[in-house]
């Protein structure tokens, strides 16, 4: 395992003085954050008492207490002679992230999936017209309808990744290819790296297989910091695999630009360590497009028993043409979806023929239909960001390059708190600590700009009561905005 150093820690911990007494508690809580934030990594061992004491210029019976604090909290463990090592405290988990209904009258800023456009009927009426050739035999492609496969592997090879069919699996959303590549990486008990914050469906399908998820912080405002503690974290922690999302991280919308891939990919590999790389997102980008997927970087695939593996990208139609669709796909090497396969059958034998069918007449037209999409999620996005910055100015409001969330900063921890209110007032929301694990974020929360702009405004009026209410501050004035006025898509 890695250690941190007790200058490193001591900088990180920061001053103490504008902390309550007493100062072995404050020091506690900060590193209790610290580690909730995957800033110090799971498992890294802590400097002796004695150094830390130094660096912070405390006493050495403040450390020895922190220490013991932590400890007692279960947010560090002592070895004996090997010294003191960040760990999570058990739970709290959270269940499944199950939608709520769609069409239950409340306003839901909880799912960032947009409507589906008009191209979407149009492709299923196209796909009936081709049923009939597929009639006369089973039905069954368990890796996916040929047709599609192809389709799927030609926008790769666009896209700067020379792809054949062979390479693509077909899956029921983006959703079942992760959990198809994390049943072919993970075991009970093996690590997964993965950004904090991150998806949290996956975090969830992780944790199904028994593995335990390695956190690293990202701040979408320091990209580099997260590669320099991701390199540390891969090589000291040797997980079974990662889980990552370099394309308008869902929740963050931080991208990677080319060299941090060339340095991530080259990680990656030095660890032998494969990647599940979920490009959702990859092509909403609304002020630059992203750069070629991960897989394009770097060559020569790290082995996972007799198998060579490297990356598996994860894509999905789910938010450039609609999520009711179900269609996806991993792409990894030919013999890797062969194994892929294996695994996605044990739970699903085939996808369905119309829906793949219609998945092929929309990768036809998708480019056109992504212009249109992203010019509306341009306005969309404007339209909450703005509205957000003028009625709650104390939140932080980053304005991300692409994907279809804002990942705004509260003034205080009151993310749940905030939730609860709006969910009394007609508006569901996801809570910052939903995307982690569960003991940081409650000053984040995660606002999809994916509704029309009267929807969106309307929601930011129930917003502002829900945070007063959460805050106990007087209730502001002006039209609070009542979801069920509007339509709900
Ligand atoms: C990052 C990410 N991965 C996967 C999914 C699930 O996609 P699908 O509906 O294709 O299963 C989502 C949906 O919100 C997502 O944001």
Redesign the pocket.
Known sequence: MDSTSARGLAALVGDLGTERPPRYAALAGRIRRLVAEGRVPLGTRLPAERELAQALAVSRATVTAAYTRLREDGWATARQGAGTFAVLPRGPHHGAWVPGPADDGSIDLA???PAAPASVPAALATALEELPRFLGAHGYHPAGLPDLRARVADRYTARGLPTTPEQVLVT???????STAFGLLLRRGTRLLVEQPS?P??LQAARASGARVLPVALDPDDPAAWLDATERALAAARPAAAYL?PDF??PTGALLDVAGRERLAAALRRAGVPAVV?E??AELGLDTAAPPPLAAFGNGAPSVGTLSVGVLS?G????VAW?GL???WVRAEADVVRRLTAVAVQTSLSGPVVEQLAACALLDGLDASLAELRAGLRERRAVLTAELRRRLPGWLVPEPPGG?VLWCGLPTPRSRAVVAAAERLGLRLAAGPLFGTGHALDDRLRLPYTQPPDVLRRAVGLLVRADAEATGAAVPDGPAGDPRAVSVV
């Open positions: 799912h960032a999936a029921g959303g983006a959703l079942h290819g992760v998806y469906n996956a999302m991280q869902n979920d959702t997102l994860v999905t139609l789910s938010k999520g179900r269609v996806g279809l």
